[in-house]
């Protein structure tokens, strides 16, 4: 087991955790970038918009910095599907367009980034999953593929795709994860996953984790 130190902060509002969560990871990334480059890993989804926004915004030197996602469908960039495609409609505009994104298109994408990454931000589901890792997919072995193909099951009738995910070896590679969650089911499976006996892909993630975790989590649904 890793040394790592797991911090729990509640919020009262999903905007407040947004903001909260876009501050300390600009925070964090201009550090990384201050001597050379860094590079970050960021969640789809649409309840990561409003997080996503306020840290696309910051003056921070985006021309050193590459992003990836945690995990990618395998659907064209310009699909709605698409999470390099959402980030970047996200970030198009904003200061941050100037970073460099590796899109997971292809298992040698991971060539494309350097690891360990300075900073992971995850989401979480209620059922424990994170990135496209999801309950009953072997995830605690020494897997040297950074990047795997995977399969929700059952398969989501809104995204009914099959995805590219980071593995746990990758994703624990970091000093710093930001993990951001809301709601009493996820609040729920983050207490299991806090277990020994849990055997989640979070729980997996905390296992292995390393340096400084914080969970950012509010009370209500993020939309």
Request: hydrophobic residues 45%; glycine residues 6%.
């Amino acid at each position: 087991m890793t040394e790592c130190l797991i911090e729990i902060v509640d919020h009262a509002s999903p905007a407040a955790a947004a903001r909260i969560v876009a501050e300390e990871a600009a925070t964090w990334i201009a550090i990384c970038a201050m001597n050379g480059t860094s590079s970050v890993v960021l969640p789809g989804g649409r309840s990561q918009i409003a997080m996503l926004t306020g840290l696309a915004s910051y003056h921070l030197p985006w021309n050193r910095i590459t992003i990836t996602t945690t995990d990618e469908r395998q659907v064209p960039f310009d699909h709605p599907l698409s999470n390099i495609g959402s980030l970047q409609r996200v970030f198009q505009g904003r200061c941050g367009s100037a970073a460099k994104f590796v899109a997971l298109d292809r298992a040698e994408a991971a060539s494309d980034i350097h690891l360990p990454f300075d900073l992971v931000i995850l989401g979480m589901g209620a059922d424990g999953h994170i990135a496209s890792l999801f309950p009953g997919f072997p995830v605690d072995g020494d897997d040297p593929r950074h990047l795997i193909e995977t399969m929700p099951d059952p398969v989501p009738i809104n995204a009914p795709v099959a995805r590219r995910s980071w593995n746990l070896t990758a994703l624990t590679q970091t000093n710093r994860t930001l993990l951001v969650c809301a709601g009493k089911a996820k609040r729920a499976a983050l207490e299991r996953a806090l277990t020994s006996s849990e055997t989640s892909p979070l729980a997996a993630f905390l296992r292995r984790a390393r340096g400084l975790v914080t969970v950012h989590w509010a009370e209500d649904q993020m939309r």
